[in-house]
């Protein structure tokens, strides 16, 4: 039964000022051992109506208690909605989101967030902090873990997949959660790449770079929106009036409700833009945030604003409209206890382990394989597996693994022990990830004696990416440099291959390891099924198919570093002094945006564009012949990128449009090169554009063809701004 909007009304005439603003309040439940434990005494907030949501909750049974007080003892028995952020993964970990960006593979977003929906709303959950959307161009940014990496158009993809599969056909359904589009707007360009800085970027970067991810979520229907912590050119996204109201609401046309991050509110106060909680409480709300987590600033701040005729109680009954529209929308009204009714089948459990080794083993990005070091030959006897990362379980999850903690994670070393019953496999950890500490070093190189290959396992620590953890040097922490140095040198000595086994949230800078090392694997954090996917790879029995989702700089200097910038009057030229360049590094990445090798060799060839002209509403075909030249079967994603090299307003190098894996036609619509004009409205210019196909971003590598654009034209469509 659907809850008609009337009875909505019906509802809001009988709630008093202060139920109204408990449904515009979310605070924190923590756990203890028995269960758990609310923030302050929230029980009787709920008990007498004054709060409305919880997050950092899970388990039915624990939920359903909860759920109980609000329906059965609260005044008007309106259900709490319950969040609960689920990253990457609820129970069982899939791989960090960054890994998964390097699948290229829309299918498999939305089949990860389709599982993890499934677990979390059985787990009683009604509602994630999830997909984070926000564009990363800087390593040093922790939360570049956490995204889709650096591209616009990739994470379109990402965020139309994610929200289809965390909502699904029904969003009432015992199997769906509401998504949360997090975080607007920009949150990726804080200075310095430091947690939390201030932003300050161009209105057109904000609507070709990060803005379109967020158009895209709302196309596909998601319920909810975060704004970032961060500011725009000095005004808070939690009161960015503009973004907030005009854009994603007027401009875009949602009318989902907008949660602020984690005591967001009351933080205006320390921006800067609020004298006090009452301020900072009026912001918000003026510019359209619903629900406020954790400030407590609407409960607080509000009955003061209203006495003083700051804001209406219009205003304040809009954002209550829109949260209990979203209760109802979850089927909340109608069943509070769906979620977690039925417990989960063993069967449901296998299968989501299965999903999670195969997309572990398709997010793995080959960055190097000299001399064929990899897959591992089938002959190899000895088996050396070095390093602090080679049998560290706990790591293997990654950052933010959710309620998958309980759950334990397949290391390296167990996964190969696995892959190759009939070698031997000696193991030492050399150092530990952050230690200063050398003395074992001498004891790991000697266990590489008389071992076939080395699989040496470095890098970062789980909790060294994701929120509050921006790293100045972001390289190998502690003294892995120094074992890597000493592995390298004994085992070339003795000329043993040294696969590197690379874990990280971000793109490292180590150019010296892989210039030195016979071939690197970057796992990311692969998550539950880490050491079966490595293993799959690292064996031969999967061949590697990811592609990194951001540019790997050389020095970290470079960054931002990206494939899509643009020219400027004086572009690199080695011989030219006066030229956009360094005295000390070159302008090249260590590896391209889309760089990733597989075993074996693909030839591209023969692009054939059609037809040579186009006007606004024609299709373009592009073909190219991809050629497998090596002995097995691979997955090679190919990806259309398109130059306007003489425009109105300068154009990137490079912008992607299109990236698909071989077995699927490659594709472009005309409408696709369309770009924001002078004034930031999107126009087709006639000219010359150059269609470029290939691997990855690096220019040498693509083929290319011009098609030139008859028609100039304007766009009606407001929401095209975006798209
Ligand atoms: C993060 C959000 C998250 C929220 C709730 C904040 O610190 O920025 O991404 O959803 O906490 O856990």
Request: proline share 6%; net charge negative; with cysteine.
């Amino acid at each position: 039964m659907m809850f008609p909007v009337s009875k909505i009304d019906k509802l809001m005439a009988r709630m008093t000022l202060a139920e109204k603003l408990g449904q515009l309040t979310m605070t924190a439940a923590g756990f203890a051992v028995t269960g758990p434990v609310l923030a302050g005494d929230s029980t009787d907030s709920i008990r007498n109506g004054t709060l409305g949501s919880l997050l950092n909750l899970f388990g039915a049974r624990h939920i359903q208690d909860m759920q109980r007080i609000a329906v059965e003892e609260s005044r008007l028995g309106i259900p709490l909605l319950i969040g609960f952020d689920v990253i990457h993964g609820h129970r069982t970990v899939f791989p960090v989101p960054l890994a998964e960006a390097a699948t290229f593979d829309a299918s498999i977003w939305e089949r990860t967030a389709r599982e993890a929906a499934r677990e979390t709303a059985a787990d009683g959950v009604a509602m994630t902090f999830a997909p984070m959307l926000d564009v990363s161009r800087d390593p040093r940014w922790g939360r570049t873990v956490e995204g889709p990496g650096e591209d616009p158009w990739l994470a379109v993809q990402v965020a139309r997949a994610k929200v289809r599969g965390l909502q699904g056909d029904d969003l009432a359904s015992a199997e769906s959660v509401a998504a949360t589009a997090k975080h607007f707007c920009a949150y990726g360009t804080s200075t310095a790449g430091r947690d939390y800085a201030s932003v300050d970027i161009s209105e057109r970067t904000v609507r070709e770079v990060h803005a379109p991810a967020f158009a895209a979520a709302v196309d596909a229907g998601v319920a909810a929106i975060m704004p970032a912590f961060t500011d725009i050119a000095g005004i808070p996204m939690t009161a960015h009036k503009a973004l907030l109201r005009d854009c994603l609401r007027g401009e875009l046309g949602f009318d989902g409700v907008l949660v602020s991050d984690y005591n967001a509110i009351r933080e205006l106060i320390r921006h800067g833009v609020a004298g006090d909680i009452v301020e900072a409480a009026v912001l918000a709300l003026k510019a359209g945030v619903d629900i406020d987590m954790m400030a407590g600033a609407y409960r607080e701040g509000l009955p003061v604003a209203l006495e003083r005729g700051l804001v209406t109680i219009a205003d304040i009954d809009e954002c209550v409209r829109r949260v209990l529209r979203l209760k109802e929308r979850l089927g909340l009204f109608d069943d509070p206890y769906r979620r977690g009714a039925t417990p989960e089948q063993p069967e449901a459990i296998a299968a989501r382990r299965r999903l999670a080794r195969e997309v572990g083993a398709k997010s793995l990005v080959l960055l190097k394989n000299a001399g064929d070091a990899l897959p591992i030959a089938e002959r190899s006897a000895r088996v050396c597996v070095l390093g602090p990362l080679a049998d560290a379980a706990r790591e293997m999850r990654g950052p933010w693994a959710g309620a998958g903690y309980e759950e334990p994670s397949v290391t390296v070393l167990a996964g190969l022990r696995e892959a190759l019953p009939n070698a031997t496999v000696a193991h030492a950890e050399g150092v530990k990830i952050d230690g200063q500490e050398t003395s074992r070093i001498a004891e790991a190189v000697e266990s590489l004696r008389g071992a076939d290959v080395v699989v040496l396992c470095l890098g970062e620590a789980a909790d060294m990416s994701g929120e509050a953890a921006s790293r100045a040097f972001p390289e190998l922490p502690g003294e892995q440099r120094a074992l890597a140095e000493a592995v390298l040198e004994r085992a070339r000595g003795a000329g043993i291959p040294v696969v590197v086994v690379l874990f990280c949230g971000r793109p490292l800078i180590v150019p010296w390891l892989v210039e030195r090392a016979d071939a690197v694997l970057v796992a990311w954090f692969p998550g539950r099924e880490a050491g079966h996917a490595i293993a799959d790879v690292l064996a031969g029995r999967v061949a590697p198919s990811g592609r990194t989702p951001i540019t790997w700089p050389r020095a970290i200097g470079q960054i931002p570093l990206f494939y899509a910038q643009r020219s400027g009057g004086r572009p690199e030229k080695p011989a030219d002094r006066f030229t956009s360049k360094y005295l000390d590094v070159a302008n090249s990445p260590l590896f391209p945006f889309g760089f990733g090798l597989t075993y074996g060799r693909i030839a591209y060839a023969n692009l054939q564009v059609t037809p040579a002209s186009v006007a606004a509403e024609d299709d373009i075909e592009i073909s190219v012949d991809v050629t497998n030249e090596g002995a097995r079967a691979v997955e090679e994603t190919v990806f259309l990128f398109v130059r306007d090299r003489v425009a109105s307003v300068a154009r990137p190098l490079l912008e992607l449009k299109g990236a698909t894996k071989v077995a699927v036609e490659p594709g472009a619509t005309a409408t696709e090169l369309r770009f924001l004009g002078v004034d930031l409205e999107p126009v087709l210019e006639s000219g010359e554009i150059e269609i470029l196909v290939g691997p990855c971003a690096d220019p040498t590598q693509l083929l290319w063809s011009p098609i030139a654009v008859r028609a100039q034209g304007r766009f009606s469509s407001e929401s095209d701004a975006l798209a």
